[in-house]
């Protein structure tokens, strides 16, 4: 007689998977919100131009799912948030033609400076026009071997769920980062796409963050039988506002302050965008599942610590400073220190700084907090109700660092105990739209308001 073997059973998860720039993270949850499983991987990076090869993405996302679901979970559904302005373009089969241009690649630059003075105004963007954007990828790709077999630019972030679902589509919050989309009217500007892409039948349809794309398909997957019955991709986007809203589900119009390679404030807003709207120096990009906007600010962060860390004797100081071993000194309130800030120059002190590591110490964290203290402040006049500042990322485990954050910004910040909330906002929206009712304070680890 011929035994019968079953397979164990499995619990149902939802994955959400963040592309970061220097790791790709992925996080399970379940049916309540618990993040039951994890896996992490290097982001696959060209060595010399770190350019990256999609595919090799796709593989590298779809064994961390395999990884994390193990023998124990099958995911129901997946959503992937990731840096916005990287892109490919892709021929009819889906397959990429040539590496994405990575956001930071020193050859946007030089690009953007030819491409600046063609480029007509254009009200409406909710994003400035610099080197990062998508229009200088778009230009950059446009212009490499094989573009003449496109069928279709694809943001990296949504890539892997676009070869899931054989369907070229671009997240909302993801075509609100290119310069070349009216988050109010949800439409391109052809001059811009003509001038950069060339061809506007080559730009997706626009999907809203958190919708449903339509089935996963894959093999691999299904062969590692961690593929449920019935899945399905959903639209994820922008990393940073995919974070911002999982506290917004804890909080309704919270601020999230993550603080990492840079600080980015971000949070939803309940009142829709408008181009009559003065939002300075503040992103704006569609609200996720909702009539309202994303707001989003970013501040330079680590590297002007590590430009100030090249004399050893501040770097000592730094770091206890931030640790909480020492405290600073009256040169924390002071303008001694000009931080370096996006399309700015190079970071500095004033002629009258002092030469005390010490007090330069103090005078960087002061000049530091108070970008973000401004950068919040920045956030908050544009939401019209109180609201909570959420901290996330590696600087908030640094209680010196809080603290300084506290006297200088004067807000009250409360610690997530979960450190991938980004990974964990996609796993929240990919179950969110199977109606899945998850909690966001399990899911997230609410600790604790600082101090």
Same mark, same amino acid.
């Given at each position: 007689m011929t035994a019968v073997v079953t397979m164990p059973s499995r619990a149902a998860v939802t994955c959400g998977v963040?592309?970061?720039?220097?790791?790709? %993270?992925?996080?399970?949850?379940?049916?309540?919100?618990?993040?039951?499983?994890?896996?992490?991987?290097?982001?696959?990076?060209?060595?010399?131009?770190?350019?990256?090869?999609?595919?090799?993405?796709?593989?590298?996302?779809?064994?961390?799912?395999?990884?994390?679901?193990?023998?124990?979970?099958?995911?129901?559904?997946?959503?992937?948030?990731?840096?916005?302005?990287?892109?490919?373009?892709?021929?009819? +089969?889906?397959?990429?033609?040539?590496?994405?241009?990575?956001?930071?690649?020193?050859?946007?630059?030089?690009?953007?400076?030819?491409?600046?003075?063609?480029?007509?105004?254009?009200?409406?963007?909710?994003? +400035?026009?610099?080197?990062?954007?998508?229009?200088?990828?778009?230009?950059?790709?446009?212009?490499? =071997?094989?573009?003449?077999?496109?069928?279709?630019?694809?943001?990296?972030?949504?890539?892997?769920?676009?070869?899931?679902?054989?369907m070229a589509f671009m997240s909302d919050t993801l075509a609100a980062r290119t310069s070349a989309w009216v988050p109010e009217t949800r439409t391109w500007i052809p001059d811009r796409v003509a001038a950069t892409l060339h061809d506007q039948a080559l730009l997706p349809e626009v999907i809203p963050t958190g919708d449903i794309v339509g089935p996963l398909r894959s093999a691999h997957l299904e062969h590692a039988h961690v593929l449920a019955d019935?899945?399905?991709?959903?639209?994820?986007?922008?990393?940073? =506002?995919?974070?911002?809203?999982?506290?917004?589900?804890?909080?309704?119009?919270?601020?999230?302050?993550?603080?990492?390679?840079?600080?980015?404030?971000?949070?939803?807003?309940? %009142?829709?965008?408008?181009?009559?709207?003065?939002?300075?120096?503040?992103?704006?990009?569609?609200?996720?599942? +909702?009539?309202?906007?994303?707001?989003?600010?970013?501040e330079e962060l680590a590297r002007n610590y590590a430009w100030a860390s090249q004399d050893p004797a501040v770097a000592d100081a730094l770091k206890n400073i931030i640790d909480g071993t020492t405290t600073p000194d009256e040169f924390l309130n002071s303008e001694e220190f000009y931080p370096g800030v996006q399309g700015g120059g190079r970071p500095r002190y004033a002629l009258t700084a002092p030469r005390s590591p010490l007090s330069r110490a103090s005078a960087v964290v002061g000049a530091l907090a108070r970008l973000g203290g401004n950068a919040i402040d920045a956030v908050v006049g544009n939401i019209p109700a109180t609201t909570r500042v959420y901290a996330a990322g590696g600087w908030a485990r640094s209680p010196g660092w809080m603290e300084v954050k506290k006297s200088v910004g004067g807000h009250d910040i409360t610690i997530l105990g979960e450190s991938e909330v980004t990974a964990v906002g996609a796993a929240l929206l990919a179950a969110t739209a199977l109606q899945w009712p998850v909690s966001p304070g399990t899911a997230l680890k609410t600790e604790r308001s600082h101090p």
């Open positions: 963040d592309i970061g720039s220097t790791n790709c %993270k992925v996080v399970a949850l379940d049916r309540g919100g618990r993040v039951v499983a994890r896996a992490s991987r290097p982001t696959p990076r060209h060595p010399i131009d770190l350019s990256i090869d999609a595919v090799l993405l796709f593989v590298a996302i779809e064994n961390m799912i395999i990884e994390a679901c193990g023998s124990e979970y099958t995911v129901h559904a997946v959503a992937v948030a990731g840096v916005g302005e990287d892109g490919i373009l892709i021929d009819e +089969s889906g397959e990429p033609l040539g590496r994405a241009l990575a956001w930071f690649d020193p050859r946007r630059s030089r690009l953007f400076h030819d491409l600046e003075p063609l480029l007509l105004p254009a009200p409406g963007l909710g994003v +400035s026009t610099d080197a990062s954007r998508t229009i200088v990828g778009w230009l950059w790709a446009s212009n490499q =071997p094989g573009h003449d077999r496109a069928s279709s630019w694809v943001a990296l972030a949504d890539y892997a769920a676009a070869r899931w679902s054989s019935g899945a399905v991709v959903v639209a994820g986007g922008h990393d940073h =506002p995919i974070g911002g809203w999982a506290v917004h589900l804890l909080h309704p119009g919270a601020i999230l302050d993550s603080m990492g390679t840079a600080e980015v404030i971000v949070a939803q807003s309940a %009142k829709p965008y408008r181009s009559d709207q003065g939002h300075p120096r503040v992103d704006v990009a569609p609200g996720i599942r +909702s009539e309202g906007s994303t707001l989003l600010r970013v």
